[in-house]
């Protein structure tokens, strides 16, 4: 396995969340905005939401978005990336 990284929902608070995780943790922290992505299926959506933010340092790597169809409640709010080496690893 290469990495095993939490991926964080929030409603509407992503960006200062993973603002405030770089400043305490440190890592390079790059954001993707709905108006950044200029997708056509979230024409609707909140333009400032985040879409994507991925903080990254030698020894972490973090991952987050804002919640677009709102739905998710406190504490269900979190899901873990396992990123594989290869097919067989991830069979």
Known sequence: MK???PYL???GT???AMEFYQKTLGGELKIVTVADAKQEMF?????DSVMHAY?????F?????D??????D???SVCIIIECSDKKEVD
Not at 43 to 47: F, T
Not at 55 to 59: E, F, Y
Not at 61 to 65: I, K
């Open 3 to 5: 990495h095993l990284t």
């Open 9 to 11: 929902f929030f409603n």
């Open 14 to 16: 992503c960006k200062n």
């Open 43 to 47: 024409k609707n959506a909140k333009q």
């Open 55 to 59: 903080l990254k340092s030698s020894s």
């Open 61 to 65: 790597q973090l991952m987050a978005s």
């Open 67 to 72: 919640n677009m169809s709102g739905d998710t």
């Open 74 to 76: 406190i504490g269900d």
